[in-house]
């Protein structure tokens, strides 16, 4: 297991101190995703997923390039702990709304909208400040190991969900999940106050008093991104294969929700369901470590993300067509690590590669893949939906989508294979 200490290395205390609390927020985050997703899928089923999903990704698509721009015009260090408090604030309502009955499914929908509204801006920031705050040469290895944590709280947070869940001796009543949504709460104070200072405060003003002014020098300077990426070979080939990745092979995950309630051996248990998110959580820890070692190898990347997108499309594949727990959650497990390794490796190198008056704009554009990628299991899921109405039961449903998608996916990736190969970029 790689420490904190030998991964960061030189690194700040306070640098150190961060990262402890973004595990501590991930932990919460696993929490959430469990109970919120069971909630959802055990009230509404496929439909209540599509719906919730839909509303997280229209803010999140439609805001994030302006998030990134948000990023380099103002201070990132207010701008992460404003988002902070934000989903603090959306927790809370939560809570209040599941302590006394099932919130209506509109309800549930408009949180997610409100999560994703947030996460339009925190989201690309995030990775912009961490890039901050270290010197030019660490910003891939310290993004792997931000991701590391990500991935170790979300598993810690899955299989903490699962008893949080099922516990019922309270004095209030826990079956929406109201002692889950507390934890998430508690979880996010302590990254409010421990956001050191970047190391790089240059910023990109926006000029001019005026909201016409101001609206129209952010979409000159999203056009400028744009034009970075067009013009700039390397970046365009790093974010098409990230584009495929999100849209095509990340559904399955999005939608695990779906498959881990259907499932016939799964026996719609509360337990079962956190374990396969955990087992998801567990391939994300060993992708991120993965990926910090192949950071150190100094590896060419020609062909290797073509392995890794192979891998996981086999791997969710299988998880589709297995019906043995054990060879489910392996499985899912590779899945996760594939589809970690393949984005997290992707989304390192291409701030690396990028300009830094550039990075929290072009973070916001990797964002906006990831919220086109959730609009994409949104409409996979409403899908599933007719699908499962009219000709077949959920679970084969499911099965039939996923491997549409997952087959799309290996197309367009041999397709570009030229491209890949005329890249020169080292990890």
């Known amino acids: 297991m790689i420490s904190v200490d030998t991964s960061i290395g030189s690194a700040s205390f306070k640098l150190k101190l961060f990262w402890f609390a973004n595990l501590i927020a991930s932990i919460s985050l696993g929490v959430y995703l469990v109970a919120f997703n069971w909630l959802v899928v055990k009230s509404y089923g496929a ?9 997280y990704a229209i803010p999140q698509t439609t805001l994030v390039l302006f998030g990134g721009l948000t990023s380099d015009s103002i ?25 006394n009955d099932l919130p209506p499914l509109w309800f549930l929908g408009l949180v997610s909208f409100a999560s994703g509204l947030t996460v339009a ?12 705050l270290v010197p030019e040469t660490q910003i ?32 209030f009543k826990n079956s929406h999940g109201v002692l889950a949504f507390l934890f998430y709460i508690l979880g996010l104070i302590p990254s409010i106050f421990c956001v050191p200072k970047i190391l790089n405060s240059q910023q990109v003003s926006i000029a001019g008093n005026s909201l016409d002014v101001k609206f129209k020098t952010a979409l000159s300077d999203i056009s400028a991104a744009l034009l970075y990426i067009r013009t700039t070979f390397d970046i365009r080939v790093l974010i098409w294969m990230l584009a495929i990745v999100l849209i095509l092979g990340m559904p399955f ?35 991120a470590l993965l990926g910090i070692h192949i950071t150190k190898s100094h590896m060419k990347q020609a062909t290797l993300f073509v392995y890794i997108i192979f891998g996981l499309c086999f791997s969710a594949i299988a998880a589709l067509l297995m019906t043995q727990y054990w060879q ?38 990797t964002q906006l893949l990831a919220g086109i ?41 041999l397709l570009s294979l030229p491209s890949i190969l005329k890249t020169h970029i080292r990890i």
Request: hydrophobic letters at 50%.
């Open 373 to 413: 990628s959730t609009m994409s299991a949104g409409l996979a899921g409403f899908v599933v939906h007719h699908l499962s109405n009219h000709e077949t039961n959920t679970y084969s449903a499911y099965v039939s989508v996923q491997l549409v998608l997952l087959g799309l996916l290996a197309i367009l990736t």
């Open 47 to 55: 439909y209540g997923i599509s719906v919730t999903t839909i509303a």
């Open 140 to 171: 891939t290895s310290i993004q792997q190991l931000f991701f590391f944590a990500t991935g170790l709280g979300w598993v810690l947070g899955s299989v903490l969900a699962s008893h949080l869940l099922s516990w019922d001796e309270l004095y």
């Open 75 to 99: 201070n990132k260090e207010s701008l992460y702990k404003i988002c902070q408090i934000l989903y603090v604030a959306v927790g809370i309502v939560l809570l209040l709304a599941c302590i």
């Open 121 to 132: 801006f925190s989201s690309p920031n995030k990775t912009s400040l961490i890039s901050s």
């Open 328 to 365: 489910i959650v392996c499985m899912i497990l590779l899945a996760g690590l594939f589809s970690s390794l393949c984005t997290d490796l992707l989304k390192g190198l291409i701030q690396s590669q990028t300009n830094v008056t550039m990075r929290g704009r072009i973070a916001g554009f």
């Open 253 to 287: 995950s999005y939608l695990l929700s779906i498959y881990a309630h259907a499932h016939p051996n799964m026996h719609q248990s509360s337990k079962l369901f956190a374990h396969l998110f955990a087992a998801l959580g567990v391939g994300n820890i060993l992708g």
